[in-house]
């Protein structure tokens, strides 16, 4: 009898469950249209693009109900990131349920450093973001938690330019994917997440290019904004987000010059290792889609330039040195690229970046860092020039960093072990403690070449992405 009523008890919450979720979506639609007939075109776009979020989220609840009430554990997250889908991505979920079970809840271990780092990181960036979805590089100075921050004495300095805000929204939202945070689920960053992709696409043109294109470094933002849109989707699988990524996927293509890799612009003529390795790594997660979507019988969601890693192979062997292993931005034996005004603060000698990049291309392209004499030689040069926090001597150099401990993270062994001692020290203990998190704590100052620029934005997300080195993706060659 007891089994019965139950029974009769979760079909009942169901039926009256889908009902309201029916409901909710039925009224967003209207909305839309009402909004289409007197001209919003724009509020109308938004409104039928969060039907899909709606639906997401009321199935979550749905599910949630009926288990509980079927006497079952519910899964608060779930199906967020259903583990057969993501693939390389599945050390992302493990490492959420390691901090969300740490926390400073009592009688709970507290999480590790790396840990605390990044909650704090996420924090800081989530009390800055924009009521657009965005994040302003010069801007957030002007957001605390959502809502306009009045008090001036407050505020945390480290202004960037605002011609990156494309830009530096798509480093934030790869942050909190890092962490294992979409748009769906049970967790606080859920609307943080749904809004930021609501923002970039928005912002992506017809030809699939994320923001304006005023200035050259335009295809730095596109690179960034279409990592973090092609991660979502990977991550989620949602149609809500196939649509952008595979636009974005499909500027790429267009842009990448004929046997070689890609620079400023489409098909400019001349390449550069910077810009091409940020491609390379939206190709790869996009082939992580792919291939999650093959394991389970389906057919590869993502159409994906087919070209593109041979020619950043060609690129990479011009502009490599066969004796060191150094790797050249734009021609072999060049250093990584400085503004004119940055170029005696920031030497070139104290950074590896290209390096860097080139490594960590070539890893996820296939090579093998343990038997790959090129990665191997690379790795010896990254080693002897580890992060160092000397904001007086020009080492500071966070877009190195980020490279940096992808690469030797991949690499692994001494390499690995010697870089994340140097990171501990670098990264991890210079990370704002002080005041609130609407100030400076959890984020970074933006020290270094590329600072003035994208502000402290980049900076808390280059920094935050390092932290995350061991979830963000799995070794490609099982190195240990």
């Known amino acids: 009898a007891d089994a019965g009523e139950t029974r009769h008890a979760s079909s009942g919450a169901d039926d009256s469950a889908l009902l309201a979720l029916k409901t909710r979506i039925e009224a967003r639609m209207k909305e839309g249209e009402l909004l289409a007939k007197i001209g919003r075109l724009e509020e109308a776009l938004d409104a039928y ?37 993501v693939g390389a991505f599945r050390g992302r979920a493990g490492a959420r349920r390691e901090r969300e079970a740490g926390g400073d809840v009592e009688g709970k271990v507290p999480p590790r450093p790396a840990e605390r780092t990044v909650d704090d990181a996420l924090r800081w960036l989530a009390a800055h973001q924009s009521p657009n979805g965005s994040w302003e590089a010069a801007g957030f100075v002007n957001w605390c938690d959502g809502k306009p921050s009045v008090d001036a004495t407050h505020r945390p300095d480290g202004q960037g330019k605002a011609l990156h805000d494309v830009g530096v929204t798509g480093l934030a939202m790869m942050a909190f994917l890092g962490a294992g945070y979409t748009n769906r689920g049970k967790h606080p960053y859920a609307v943080t997440v749904s809004k930021a992709a609501r923002y970039l696409k928005n912002v992506q043109d017809p030809e699939g290019c994320f923001g304006p294109r005023k200035t050259q470094q335009y295809i730095y933002g596109h690179a960034t904004a279409s990592l973090a849109m092609i991660e979502l989707y990977a991550m989620t699988q949602s149609p809500i987000f196939k649509g952008s990524a595979q636009k974005a996927l499909d500027f790429i293509a267009l842009s990448r010059n004929p046997y070689f890799g890609w620079r400023y612009g489409v098909k400019p003529g001349d390449n550069d290792t910077s810009v091409t390795t940020w491609m390379v790594m939206c190709l790869k997660s996009a082939m992580l889609a792919n291939n999650a979507a093959v394991r389970r019988g389906q057919e590869a969601p993502l159409r994906v330039d087919g070209q593109a890693f041979a020619g950043a192979r060609a690129w990479l062997d011009k502009v490599t040195d066969p004796e060191h292993g150094r790797v050249g931005y734009v021609q072999r034996g060049t250093g990584p690229a400085r503004a004119q005004e940055m170029m005696d603060r920031f030497p070139s000698e104290k950074s590896e970046s290209m390096t860097a990049a080139g490594m960590l291309a070539r890893i996820v392209m296939g090579e093998d860092p343990a038997t790959s004499s090129t990665i191997q030689k690379g790795a010896q040069l990254v080693s002897k020039v580890p992060p160092v926090w000397n904001p007086s001597d020009g080492s500071i150099d966070m877009y190195y960093w980020y490279y940096g401990t992808l690469a030797m993270f991949q690499v692994g062994g001494k390499h690995w072990r010697a870089w994340s001692r140097a ?35 980049y900076s808390t997300a280059l920094m935050c992405l390092c932290a995350q080195a061991f979830a963000r993706y799995e070794k490609v060659h099982g190195t240990k």
């Open 423 to 457: 990171m501990q020290t670098s990264i991890l203990d210079n990370q704002r403690r002080d005041t609130g998190f609407c100030h400076f704590k959890g984020s970074w100052d933006p020290i270094g070449p590329w600072g003035h620029d994208g502000g402290r934005v």
């Open 49 to 85: 693009r969060s039907v899909g979020e709606i639906y997401d989220r009321g199935m979550v609840d749905v599910r949630a109900l009926v288990a509980s009430l079927r006497g079952l554990d519910a899964q608060p997250a779930a199906p967020a990131r259903p583990d057969a889908a």
